[in-house]
């Protein structure tokens, strides 16, 4: 058991500006998970009002039960995001343990394995932002149907978000001159 602070320093720093990543990384899904749970009760508490009309009430139905699955998703990539972390920090442990304890081939192994492990759990945890975020786009589109002047302003037909909708006019070079304005 022959090794010096350096030769343990060596090992361990490539891997632990990998775990400040990861780091990173978390606080990103962390403080999108808020933000979603945030907007998903404020969305209850305004669905609990009288006040609504009963398009813009069947609209906020329909946004909550997709905020609650933007929740769900948001949920689930913290979780992957946070085990990675947790693998990515054995990983670390391991590089220091293997120094220390240069000839158990086992450590190598686990080593591997939990910095893999940790790898692909990050990009799992992006893949369920990607979702989110597919999400979150289709409800910026729904958001102002229920209000036909925005509605028309964005290139949509007003209107429930139940109702099929035909592809979105809002695109450059459309004809619609709001549209149009807006994207430059």
């Known amino acids: 058991m022959d090794f010096t602070l350096s030769d343990v320093l060596r090992a361990i ?10 780091w990173i990384f978390m606080g990103f899904l962390q403080q999108r998970y808020d933000s979603a749970v945030d907007r998903y009760r404020a969305m209850i508490s305004n669905y609990r009002t009288d006040s609504l009309s ?7 139905r329909d946004q909550i039960i997709v905020y609650q699955r933007r929740c769900e998703l948001m949920n689930y990539s913290c979780q992957c995001g946070l085990l990675s972390a947790i693998l990515l920090l054995l990983t670390l442990i391991g590089a220091e343990a293997d120094v220390v304890f240069p000839h158990f081939v086992l450590i190598k192994y686990l080593t591997a394995a939990a910095a893999l492990a940790g790898f692909i759990l990050v990009i799992v945890s992006a893949a369920f932002v990607l979702v989110e975020s ?14 036909p002047d925005l509605a028309h302003a964005l290139g949509e037909e007003p209107g429930s978000v139940k109702e099929p909708r ?3 006019r ?10 149009d304005r807006r994207l430059g």
């Open 134 to 147: 597919t999400i979150t786009q289709r409800q910026l589109r729904d958001d102002a149907l229920d209000v």
């Open 170 to 179: 809002a695109h450059h070079g459309d004809g619609h001159p709001e549209a």
């Open 54 to 60: 009963s398009e813009r009430r069947d609209n906020m």
């Open 13 to 22: 720093g490539p891997t632990a500006s990998i775990i400040f990543a990861a």
């Open 166 to 168: 035909p592809p979105t």
